[in-house]
């Protein structure tokens, strides 16, 4: 199985960002992919703690904003921890700093829907003046010898409740798997709970092959203390 491991190819010039049309029709929200930073963490918290409490897994959850904040943005995107920010709003985004990020443009779409969403959470992830946090994905390299290639492995991808099943979640999988045919690696890799058949319908219908052969083993807790003093 392949391990964590430092990409190989330089990053390439990433593309420039859209050109949206002012006044769309209908019901628009506007939802871009954009690089996440230490401004974000506190977000990025409470999305996580939904992530553990949507797997059952609240039990396992012990991360702090100071802790994210003290393991992750320590290195340039896509050489280590990266997160992308998927953020949501009612009107066009403003050319803000994220607009004119030179490491990441951010991708923008415009959904036209039937009807406007309620995020009953809107305020507690406001992330700016009529911007909202929707989703996350965060991934690292990783790298297969097989191919004798890199890539990237998704650690989680996260989309609130009140904005499935509305094409976001796609589009930040998509992000993901742009960035690393830009970057020249061989693939993309994350695991989906048995349980969750929804989410599995999914990624086969982006185009992934659900190993049904492979089991992750994992060493952590006391299990990974125990090797303090080996050897």
Known sequence: MAAPAP????????????TLPENPIGNPLFVRTRLASKD??????????????????????????ASLSSTLFNAEPFQSFTIFILEVSTRPFPEDHHHHN???????RIFNLDLPIADPEAETFE???????????????NYSTFL??????IEDIFVRECYRRKGLGKMLLSAVAKQ???????????????WNINAIKFYEEMGANVMQEWRICRLT?????????WG
């Open 7 to 18: 990409p190989l190819p330089p990053q390439p010039t990433p593309d420039p960002p859209m």
């Open 180 to 194: 690393a045919v830009k970057m020249g690696y061989g693939r993309v890799e994350w695991c989906v709970l048995d």
């Open 221 to 229: 807790g006391e299990s990974l203390q125990a090797y303090e003093n």
């Open 40 to 65: 974000d963490v506190p977000s990025i918290h409470k999305l996580i703690h939904q992530m553990a409490v949507f797997e059952h897994l609240t039990h396992l959850f012990a991360a702090t904003e």
């Open 127 to 141: 992330s700016g003046e009529g911007l909202v946090v929707a989703g996350f994905v965060l991934f690292f390299p």
């Open 148 to 153: 004798a290639k890199p890539g990237f492995y």
């Open 102 to 108: 030179p490491l990441y443009p951010p991708v923008v």
